[in-house]
């Protein structure tokens, strides 16, 4: 088991930036594939950014490439989406997720809870 906990949403301006963590225990950290997903109101959730267990190979969605950076620290069992330029468009609940497949494109075997970015315009 992974459990994963995400902190660093809130409310925001456009143009603001945002930096998500999310702590991880369990099993061991630093095999696992992580990734963060959003998901707004009304809509399916989709993949924003994935990293692979190592992190030397990382993913972003094309809707945030250039404005937002993931990034591990498996010292620390932490994984980070550094936000930028953020616009209303970006107004989710944004998820953590762990994949026993170490890449950084899932399957996504965990998840937490979720922790909610809202941009006001």
């Known amino acids: 088991q992974v459990q994963l906990v995400e902190s660093g949403g809130g409310l925001v301006q456009t143009g603001a930036s945002l930096r998500l963590s999310c702590a991880a225990s369990?099993?061991?950290?630093?095999?696992?594939?992580m990734g963060w997903l959003r998901q707004a109101p009304g809509t399916e959730r989709e993949f924003v950014a994935g990293?692979?267990?190592?992190?030397?190979?990382?993913y972003y969605a094309d809707s945030v490439k250039g404005r937002f950076t993931i990034s591990r620290d498996n010292a620390k069992n932490t994984v980070y989406l550094q936000m930028s330029s953020l616009t209303p468009e970006d107004t989710a609940v944004y998820y953590c997720?762990?994949?026993?497949?170490?890449?950084?494109?899932?399957?996504?075997?965990?998840w937490g809870q979720g922790t909610q970015v809202t941009v006001s315009s």
């Open positions: 990293i692979s267990w190592s992190g030397g190979t990382s």
């Open positions: 997720a762990a994949s026993s497949r170490s890449g950084p494109l899932g399957p996504w075997d965990y």
């Open positions: 369990g099993r061991t950290f630093n095999s696992f594939g």
